[in-house]
């Protein structure tokens, strides 16, 4: 079992950078792929961005493309999502999410931060 908690939300300007955090307990968080999706007010959750578990691949939506950027840190068993020039569009709760290689879903979840774009 895996526990994840999400920090770093809150509100921000438009243009402005954040980084989320995912804090992972357990000792596995080094064997799982990492991923980061969102979901906003009435839409259904999107994915956002993933990594592998050895931090080799790693794959955006488009809307994160540039802007955006996941990464890791085993040995500290959290995983980020750096995000710059924000837009109001990217309000939304974000969740990261652990999955076993080689698997499409992902088996653990966080409880979700909130991020706010406005001026």
């Known amino acids: 079992q895996v526990e994840l908690t999400e920090f770093g939300g809150g509100s921000v300007q438009p243009g402005d950078s954040l980084t989320l955090s995912c804090a992972a307990s357990?000792?596995?968080?080094?064997?799982?792929?990492l991923g980061w999706f969102r979901q906003a007010p009435g839409k259904e959750r999107e994915f956002v961005a993933a990594?592998?578990?050895?931090?080799?691949?790693?794959d955006y939506a488009d809307f994160a493309k540039g802007r955006f950027t996941i990464s890791r840190d085993n040995a500290k068993n959290t995983g980020y999502l750096q995000m710059g020039g924000l837009k109001p569009e990217d309000t939304a709760v974000y969740y990261c999410?652990?999955?076993?290689?080689?698997?499409?879903?992902?088996?653990?979840w966080g409880q979700g931060t909130q991020v706010t774009v406005s001026s």
């Open positions: 990594l592998s578990w050895y931090g080799g691949n790693r």
């Open positions: 999410a652990l999955r076993l290689p080689g698997l499409a879903d992902y088996t653990y």
């Open positions: 357990g000792r596995t968080f080094n064997t799982y792929g």
